[in-house]
Structure formats: C-alpha cells, structure tokens
C-alpha cells in the first residue's frame, strides 16, 4: 500500500509540477484542493503528498484559507541567485575547462545535439539547461563548491520565472561555452559563462 501510495503521489508530483513551471496554473492564483484533485484526476491523499514535497521545493505555497497558490518570484531574488550562480559558475566551469575527462566535455555537447534545429519545447529544454549547468559543477571538482551550489536550491525560482530570451540565443551560448571547454580554455570558458549568466540578468532588469 504504501509504495502505492508513493508511486500514485510522485505521478501526482510530476504532473502538477509541469503545470507549475509551463505556468498553466499562474502564480498568486489560489486553487482549491478539490478542484486541484479533479484537475490532476486524483485523490485528496495523493494530492497531499505531492503538495507537500513541491512546498518543500519552494514552488507552491498554502494560503490563510488552505489554498494551494504557487509562489510568486520577485527581481531582487533572480538577481541574488544569478549573482550567485555567476560567482560559484564561473570557478567551477574554470576547474572543470582545466581538469574534466573528455567524456564528460562530449556529454555536456550531447546535451545539445537534440537541439541542434532550434530548441522547440521550452519546457524540454529547461530541463537540459540545468542538467547543462550541473554537469559543470558536479565535475568540477571542488567538493565544497559542489556543496555550496547544491545547497543554495537556485533552480525552483529559476524554473518559476522561466525563460525571459530566445531560447536560440541561451542554446547558442551553450554551444560556445562547450566550444571553449572543448579546446581548454578555460579563460574563454569563464568569461563566456558569465557573459551568459549576465545576460540573464539584464533580461529581467
């Protein structure tokens, strides 16, 4: 019953989740559970224990009236988290430029080769631009930085405010980072990512 339960709950999750982050349900609306339910076709309890690891997550909150709303991002806090990222980002992917085996540089050009037409599926795509940037982290090599990024939890805010550029222009930066990695230059590659994460930044400023 309970690995049931568990399983009913992560399909419950993963949908929920995806309507999150496609912003089918738009932040700040409360939603009630009933409706909730009807919308993902599933139980109260079910229900419930998706609920509970997205707050965990930080995507959606419950109201005063036990409403499920997802949470709204405000600038300052996307601008804290890129100024982050940049500072962790940057020494990592000049570590990993330096130091990562050549399996690990074709798998972050991998990454990329289902887009080579044009990244299509916004959603799809974010889901790779994370992989994208952990793969350069977690290679790194530096376990305290790794323990750092990883603890900071960036990517929940990130995924709720989506994309705010072409997504050609964020896959094209990727493929010069992977450029840059590719020929150990490890000075281009920092200065690429934090051109990159910059841009970022400037598109909601």
């Known amino acids: 019953m309970i690995d049931q339960a568990e399983e009913c709950s992560e399909t419950v999750y993963s949908k929920f989740r995806k309507l999150v982050i496609t912003k089918a349900i738009l932040p700040g609306t409360p939603i009630s559970q009933t409706k909730l339910s009807q919308l993902l076709d599933t139980n109260v309890d079910c229900l419930n224990l998706a609920v509970k690891k997205l707050r965990m997550e930080t995507l959606v909150t419950l109201n005063s009236n036990k409403e499920i709303m997802v949470r709204e991002v405000g600038t300052k806090e996307i601008i804290d988290i890129l100024d982050c990222r940049i500072a962790l980002e940057t020494k990592a992917i000049d570590l990993f430029t ?3 085996p050549q399996a690990r540089i074709d798998d972050l050009r991998n990454l990329m080769v289902p887009f080579e037409k044009g990244p299509q599926n916004a959603y799809v795509f ?24 990883m603890q900071s939890k960036f990517w929940p805010s990130l995924e709720l405010l989506g994309f705010t550029r072409p997504l050609i222009e964020i896959l094209q930066e990727h493929l010069d980072i992977v450029s840059a990695i590719h020929n150990r230059d490890a000075n281009k590659a920092a200065d690429l990512m934090q051109q990159h994460l910059e841009q970022c930044k400037f598109s909601i400023l």
Not at 128 to 146: A, K, P, S, T, W
């Open 126 to 149: 974010q889901k790779i631009y994370r992989i994208f940037h952990e793969l350069i982290v977690h290679n790194c090599g530096n376990d305290l930085l790794i323990k750092l990024f």
């Open 98 to 100: 330096k130091s990562a």
